[in-house]
């Protein structure tokens, strides 16, 4: 055995170790949350969420086709990913890939998903919505998901993290062919990371334009 | 930029890196300990100590728009700025120019910056270019989306890179900050005479300055901090001390001596006896401060007329520096680090007017600090420093001109100020600023990969102030990861003339 592979497995066992310790752990929490977790479409099965509008935008403009049943599969399979590859930091310059698992729902998704943007709950209500989204993956990951972008941030939410946690179905009909999370107005939310654990979102409002007088938001917290 | 060579895992360089995992800041607290006691000695058998240094980090929180301090004024560059940044865009007609000694003539700073201008064209700043927080050199947008190389946790989060800038350390739970790491080095060598911490902060406790030995200090635009309720804001002690230093026989009077007999008492409870030591320090310090403002006063540099074009936050901050520099001889430090900082730099929204009074508000200030430094004769011995949060995205987040802003981005272009700098030069490598290029990390906002970490920044700084080779990965663990910014000269940051 020369000197490289004695490093390598060096290195590579107790990061299996940590791994089998880490799947076990995540395997258990699966199995105890399993019960509880409410049903939700599983891919590329139709979707039960009621007949509702998803959008006030859709209530406002009769010529558009409301969405009730989201699209089979990914929002978009040809979605231009510009988030970093995942994979684990091996703490020597060297990273691992990660492949990313079949996705697991959080509770959150389920209970409160299909009032996104629904006409009979208020903006304020859909902004709330994400934060919860946001303190669930916090719940799994002890901080934010990567990025500063509406698109890296929703890519993190609807699965693309180590754990294919989904927090945020990928077919949710707010969600654009660019993989943004759009407000009920049609504008994308903005996310503004201000922490590991903090994450002001804001919605254009009616008017379609950040930073104007109508904006809805729950708190912003700028320099 | 240094490229890893993946592949290639020496038994050496497998030890060194168990061992520094292992060890990790424990080992670095060690060899930190070790180091200050050898500068120590160093320091003390070398002669007279009589130099003297003073080190000022400006922090722009909220994340300056660099990207439209240092501009393009033609050619290509000036093409891809004018198309990419939108309604964010300055008119190269609008530009302060300057003219730089290592590149072409052909970049301008922002028009609030006509200060800054006449300072970089006189040769005492530079400007170092696309300087960011990063745990391993990545070379471009293909490695950066390969997931091959670490990236700093969090990238694009204001309080996350604002600490790993203060830290360098991104890949490690914060402890310390490089300038407290520094403090720790240096200080038993240099401030063996020392009256009050050489870490003194201008805007509160910092991450910055944290180090394991050295306490920073903190005072405020009108001086040390003192205790309230003795007298009105301009004469804090007045009700309760007569001139000579006594106390004055009211109830004011008693009721300080009294608290300061309590403040006295040694105490075995460690919190207690933390808190007392806390008082009775920034007792002491205060007036050491005050020695320093009256020989600040005595030094012959008019400080308001200086800093009359600069009456702002940035500027009373940098005003106070330039006074507790011109009082260094009532501290005894031969070596003092100074924190100022101000916020407002995340502009999301209008930012073409905020980001103007921004601009204002540091050229200003730069100019009259550096005149009251030039005027106090010891324009060699202070060095200023900038970072911030990150610089923002090329491309704005809207059409109007009017409420446009932009957003998060990664590596910035720094202003480093002062007689040590080889001023009127640009360092480092200006990234390929078009939207999606090979600099471009993900997507098309322009957020740019920096080309130079903030570990290679700071060394050079840190060398300037008087720390050697074999002490500068104890106060940059991750240095080794990076191209030396001194010796190899396609890292392009000799910035500081260390003759």
């Given at each position: 055995m020369d000197d490289q592979t004695k490093a390598r497995l060096a290195l590579a066992l107790p990061l299996a170790a940590m791994a089998v310790v880490i799947g076990f752990g995540w395997s258990h929490l699966k199995e105890k949350s399993a019960p509880v977790a409410p049903s939700l479409p599983a891919k590329n099965q139709e979707s039960s969420l009621p007949e509702k509008p998803a959008r006030l935008a859709d209530l406002e403009s009769p010529e558009k086709t409301i969405t009730q049943t989201p699209p089979k599969g990914d929002a978009n399979p040809d979605l231009e990913i510009i988030t970093p590859e995942l994979s684990i930091d091996l703490g020597n310059g060297e990273t691992k890939p990660i492949e990313i698992p079949?996705?697991?729902?959080?509770?959150?998704?389920?209970?409160?998903?299909?009032?996104?943007?629904?006409?009979?709950?208020?903006?304020?209500?859909?902004?709330?919505?994400?934060?919860?989204?946001?303190?669930?993956?916090?719940?799994?990951?002890?901080?934010?998901?990567?990025?500063?972008?509406?698109?890296?941030?929703?890519?993190?939410?609807?699965g693309r993290n180590a754990?294919?946690?989904?927090?945020?179905?990928?077919?949710?009909?707010?969600?654009?062919?660019?993989?943004?999370?759009?407000?009920?107005?049609?504008?994308?939310?903005?996310?503004?990371p201000v922490s590991r654990d903090e994450m002001d979102v804001t919605s254009a409002g009616p008017d379609h334009q950040l930073f104007t007088g109508d904006d809805v938001r729950l708190d912003l917290n700028f320099e | 930029m240094r490229q890893r060579d993946k592949d290639h895992l020496s038994r050496r360089n497998f030890l060194r890196s168990a061992a520094c995992a292992q060890l990790g800041y424990a080992g670095l607290v060690n060899a930190l300990s070790q180091m200050r006691l050898f500068t120590a000695a160093a320091n003390a058998q070398s002669s007279g100590l009589t130099d003297y240094k003073a080190l000022v980090c400006l922090f722009l929180f909220g994340g300056n728009d660099s990207n439209n301090l240092l501009i393009p004024f033609s050619g290509a560059q000036r093409t891809t700025y004018q198309n990419a940044r939108g309604v964010l865009?300055?008119?190269?007609?609008?530009?302060?120019?300057?003219?730089?000694?290592?590149?072409?003539?052909?970049?301008?700073?922002?028009?609030?910056?006509?200060?800054?201008?006449?300072?970089?064209?006189?040769g005492k700043l530079a400007v170092i270019q696309n300087v960011g927080t990063l745990t391993y050199p990545i070379a471009d947008r293909t490695e950066y989306l390969s997931g091959n190389v670490p990236l700093p946790p969090q990238l694009f989060s204001h309080s996350d890179q604002q600490i790993q800038w203060q830290s360098s350390v991104p890949d490690k739970p914060y402890?310390?900050?490089?300038?407290?790491?520094?403090?720790?080095?240096?200080?038993?060598g240099y401030n063996a005479d020392g009256t009050v911490s050489m870490s003194i902060s201008l805007t509160g406790i910092n991450s910055f300055q944290v180090g394991r030995e050295v306490i920073q200090y903190v005072v405020d635009k009108n001086g040390a901090t003192s205790l309230w309720g003795y007298g009105p804001a301009d004469n804090r002690y007045q009700n309760a001390l007569n001139p000579d230093g006594s106390y004055i026989n009211n109830w004011a009077g008693n009721r300080l001596r009294r608290y300061e007999e309590i403040m006295n008492f040694s105490h075995t409870n460690l919190q207690e006896e933390a808190y007392?030591?806390?008082?009775?320090?920034?007792?002491?310090?205060?007036?050491?401060?005050?020695?320093?403002?009256t020989q600040a006063d005595a030094s012959g540099v008019d400080f308001d007329a200086v800093f009359a074009n600069a009456q702002t936050n940035l500027g009373d901050q940098l005003k106070m520096i330039a006074r507790l520099i011109a009082g260094r001889e009532a501290s005894g430090?031969?070596?003092?680090?100074?924190?100022?900082?101000?916020?407002?730099?995340?502009?999301?929204?209008?930012?073409?007017?905020?980001?103007?009074?921004?601009?204002?508000?540091?050229?200003?200030?730069?100019?009259?600090?550096?005149?009251?430094?030039?005027?106090?004769?010891?324009?060699?011995?202070?060095?200023?420093?900038?970072?911030?949060?990150?610089?923002?995205?090329?491309?704005?987040?809207?059409?109007?001109?009017?409420s446009s802003g932009s957003d998060h981005g990664w590596g910035g272009?720094?202003?480093?100020?002062?007689?040590?700098?080889?001023?009127?030069?640009?360092?480092?490598?200006h990234p390929n600023t078009s939207p999606g290029g090979n600099d471009d990390a993900g997507g098309t906002r322009g957020r740019w990969i920096p080309s130079t970490s903030v570990d290679q920044y700071g060394s050079v700084i840190g060398k300037w102030f008087g720390v050697d080779s074999n002490s500068m990965e104890t106060i940059f663990p991750n240095l080794g990861r990076f191209d030396d910014p001194i010796s190899v000269a396609s890292a392009n940051l000799n910035f500081i003339n260390f003759a």
């Amino acid at each position: 055995m020369d000197d490289q592979t004695k490093a390598r497995l060096a290195l590579a066992l107790p990061l299996a170790a940590m791994a089998v310790v880490i799947g076990f752990g995540w395997s258990h929490l699966k199995e105890k949350s399993a019960p509880v977790a409410p049903s939700l479409p599983a891919k590329n099965q139709e979707s039960s969420l009621p007949e509702k509008p998803a959008r006030l935008a859709d209530l406002e403009s009769p010529e558009k086709t409301i969405t009730q049943t989201p699209p089979k599969g990914d929002a978009n399979p040809d979605l231009e990913i510009i988030t970093p590859e995942l994979s684990i930091d091996l703490g020597n310059g060297e990273t691992k890939p990660i492949e990313i698992p079949e996705p697991t729902y959080a509770p959150i998704a389920h209970a409160s998903v299909e009032t996104l943007n629904q006409a009979d709950h208020s903006p304020e209500a859909d902004l709330a919505f994400i934060q919860d989204a946001l303190n669930t993956y916090r719940a799994a990951f002890h901080e934010n998901p990567f990025g500063g972008e509406n698109e890296e941030i929703v890519a993190g939410l609807t699965g693309r993290n180590a754990r294919g946690l989904v927090v945020l179905p990928p077919d949710h009909p707010a969600i654009n062919q660019r993989g943004q999370l759009l407000d009920r107005w049609g504008t994308p939310y903005f996310f503004h990371p201000v922490s590991r654990d903090e994450m002001d979102v804001t919605s254009a409002g009616p008017d379609h334009q950040l930073f104007t007088g109508d904006d809805v938001r729950l708190d912003l917290n700028f320099e | 930029m240094r490229q890893r060579d993946k592949d290639h895992l020496s038994r050496r360089n497998f030890l060194r890196s168990a061992a520094c995992a292992q060890l990790g800041y424990a080992g670095l607290v060690n060899a930190l300990s070790q180091m200050r006691l050898f500068t120590a000695a160093a320091n003390a058998q070398s002669s007279g100590l009589t130099d003297y240094k003073a080190l000022v980090c400006l922090f722009l929180f909220g994340g300056n728009d660099s990207n439209n301090l240092l501009i393009p004024f033609s050619g290509a560059q000036r093409t891809t700025y004018q198309n990419a940044r939108g309604v964010l865009a300055i008119p190269s007609s609008d530009l302060a120019r300057i003219h730089p000694n290592n590149e072409s003539d052909t970049w301008g700073l922002h028009p609030s910056c006509t200060g800054m201008a006449s300072l970089f064209n006189s040769g005492k700043l530079a400007v170092i270019q696309n300087v960011g927080t990063l745990t391993y050199p990545i070379a471009d947008r293909t490695e950066y989306l390969s997931g091959n190389v670490p990236l700093p946790p969090q990238l694009f989060s204001h309080s996350d890179q604002q600490i790993q800038w203060q830290s360098s350390v991104p890949d490690k739970p914060y402890e310390t900050g490089w300038g407290g790491r520094l403090a720790d080095l240096v200080n038993a060598g240099y401030n063996a005479d020392g009256t009050v911490s050489m870490s003194i902060s201008l805007t509160g406790i910092n991450s910055f300055q944290v180090g394991r030995e050295v306490i920073q200090y903190v005072v405020d635009k009108n001086g040390a901090t003192s205790l309230w309720g003795y007298g009105p804001a301009d004469n804090r002690y007045q009700n309760a001390l007569n001139p000579d230093g006594s106390y004055i026989n009211n109830w004011a009077g008693n009721r300080l001596r009294r608290y300061e007999e309590i403040m006295n008492f040694s105490h075995t409870n460690l919190q207690e006896e933390a808190y007392t030591q806390v008082i009775r320090r920034a007792r002491d310090y205060e007036g050491t401060v005050g020695s320093a403002m009256t020989q600040a006063d005595a030094s012959g540099v008019d400080f308001d007329a200086v800093f009359a074009n600069a009456q702002t936050n940035l500027g009373d901050q940098l005003k106070m520096i330039a006074r507790l520099i011109a009082g260094r001889e009532a501290s005894g430090n031969r070596r003092q680090v100074f924190f100022c900082s101000v916020g407002g730099y995340d502009t999301h929204a209008t930012q073409l007017p905020n980001h103007a009074n921004l601009m204002d508000e540091l050229s200003t200030g730069l100019k009259a600090f550096q005149d009251s430094i030039d005027a106090l004769g010891i324009a060699d011995n202070v060095l200023l420093f900038e970072c911030s949060d990150f610089t923002r995205t090329f491309t704005p987040n809207g059409n109007d001109a009017n409420s446009s802003g932009s957003d998060h981005g990664w590596g910035g272009h720094k202003v480093v100020m002062g007689g040590p700098v080889n001023g009127k030069n640009l360092f480092g490598h200006h990234p390929n600023t078009s939207p999606g290029g090979n600099d471009d990390a993900g997507g098309t906002r322009g957020r740019w990969i920096p080309s130079t970490s903030v570990d290679q920044y700071g060394s050079v700084i840190g060398k300037w102030f008087g720390v050697d080779s074999n002490s500068m990965e104890t106060i940059f663990p991750n240095l080794g990861r990076f191209d030396d910014p001194i010796s190899v000269a396609s890292a392009n940051l000799n910035f500081i003339n260390f003759a």
